[in-house]
């Protein structure tokens, strides 16, 4: 039986630590192509290259595996990947993005590069999956992220997806207990309220940093949110179809402007 093919990105560059311990993980699961970022592409949501060149480079860095990094956003690697690098040859089974160095969750998913290429993969009709790990540290540990990532990635090969949905997947930090399970959930309703400090430069001219504070108005217990601080793996099922169903019978009935 032909092992699986695993698509392999993400958005903190090729040369991050999460995409090394996800690769590491895939190889023993299938057959790996990476195609990522060659710098950092956090926070780019799923924005793609329309108004300049993009630039794909063979890579030797992942030991046995066939890899390439791409100029472009995290989304353009997964288009590159399907429509170019397999263009002649089987399609990916499977994407999987990350791990990132950071969480995604609740609002985060919108912007988040990671959960991009995931997103990408599902509009292909591929089964995808975003993994982040939830710790900015620059020393983040992530030891404890390949059974995780080995596990939900193995149900995914197996069982398949529905139609259109992704996984974004959530790990906590490592503490000094073990995560006590894996929670499938919904979006926390929070959000960043930003800030904006105003400097300037030696010719007088301002400039600006966005600063801000994550702000979690869930007070349930069946999120995202609650999930990580309770030491869970968060999994939920994000689908590109962003149509507000429910509102759309609301506005049939309530406005005046419809003919």
């Not at 959000?191 to 966005?210: A, L």
Request: aromatic share 8%; charged share 20%; proline share 5%.
């Amino acid at each position: 039986m032909a092992r699986p093919l695993i698509l392999v990105t993400n958005d903190d560059g090729i040369t991050a630590r999460g995409i090394s311990n996800l690769v590491q993980v895939m190889k023993e699961l299938g057959d790996v192509l990476v195609v990522a970022p060659d710098g950092p592409q956090s926070g780019m949501g799923h924005a793609i290259t329309v108004g300049d060149t993009l630039r794909l480079t063979e890579t030797f860095i992942f030991e046995g595996v066939k890899a390439f990094e791409c100029s472009g956003t995290p989304a353009d690697c997964v288009k590159m990947a399907r429509h170019f690098v397999c263009k002649d040859s089987r399609q990916p089974d499977v994407v999987v993005s990350g791990i990132n160095h950071g969480s995604n969750t609740s609002i985060s998913v919108l912007y988040s590069g990671t959960m991009s290429a995931a997103i990408e993969g599902a509009i292909e009709g591929t089964p995808s999956i975003g993994f982040s790990l939830c710790d900015y540290s620059h020393k983040a540990d992530f030891s404890h992220t390949p059974e995780i990532v080995k596990r939900i990635t193995q149900q995914v090969l197996e069982k398949g997806l529905p139609k259109g949905v992704a996984l974004n997947v959530n790990i906590p930090p490592k503490r000094n207990e073990p995560v006590k399970g894996i929670r499938v959930c919904r979006q926390a309703n929070a959000k960043w309220v930003e800030e904006f400090v105003q400097r300037f430069d030696p010719n007088g001219r301002s400039y600006f940093w966005m600063t801000g504070n994550f702000v979690n108005f869930d007070k349930g217990e069946d999120n995202d949110e609650w999930a990580i601080a309770n030491n869970y793996v968060s999994v939920v099922p994000c689908q590109f179809d962003l149509t507000a169903h429910s509102a759309i019978p609301v506005l049939n009935e309530e406005w005046n402007i419809l003919g």
